[in-house]
């Protein structure tokens, strides 16, 4: 199993930045993309970003510019930084990553449990 722990979240004004942590946990193979996704309420979750291992990036078109996703990898970690934030991001910010787990012999997805972002004045 894998465990995703999330942390970093809160309540930014508009303009502001704030980074997103997700550390990644348990009897992991290796993890192959890593991403950020968010859900607003009454909305589906999308994605935020996402960054392969070999460090390959894709961002919604509406973070470009000014979300940037990272990871390290010794510490099977990924990173949001999030500048210039609108009352518009507000959501959950769910971690995701793709993971072989020892004694399954498989890639699967797991989610982390989400952590708040608010923008608001």
């Known amino acids: 199993q894998v465990q995703l722990v999330e942390s970093g979240g809160g309540l930014v004004q508009p303009g502001g930045s704030q980074r997103l942590s997700c550390a990644a946990s348990?009897?992991?193979?290796?993890?192959?993309?890593m991403g950020w996704y968010r859900q607003a309420p009454g909305n589906q979750r999308e994605l935020v970003a996402v960054?392969?291992?070999?460090?390959?990036?894709n961002y919604a078109d509406s973070v470009k510019g000014r979300f940037t996703i990272s990871r390290d990898t010794a510490k099977n970690t990924v990173y949001l930084q999030m500048n210039s934030l609108k009352p518009e991001d507000t959501a959950v910010y769910y971690c995701?990553?793709?993971?072989?787990?020892?004694?399954?012999?498989?890639?699967?997805?797991?989610w982390g449990q989400g952590t708040q972002v608010t923008v608001s004045s």
């Open positions: 995701n990553a793709e993971a072989v787990v020892a004694g399954t012999g498989g890639l699967y997805n797991y």
């Open positions: 960054i392969t291992s070999g460090g390959r990036t």
């Open positions: 348990g009897t992991i193979v290796s993890i192959y993309d």
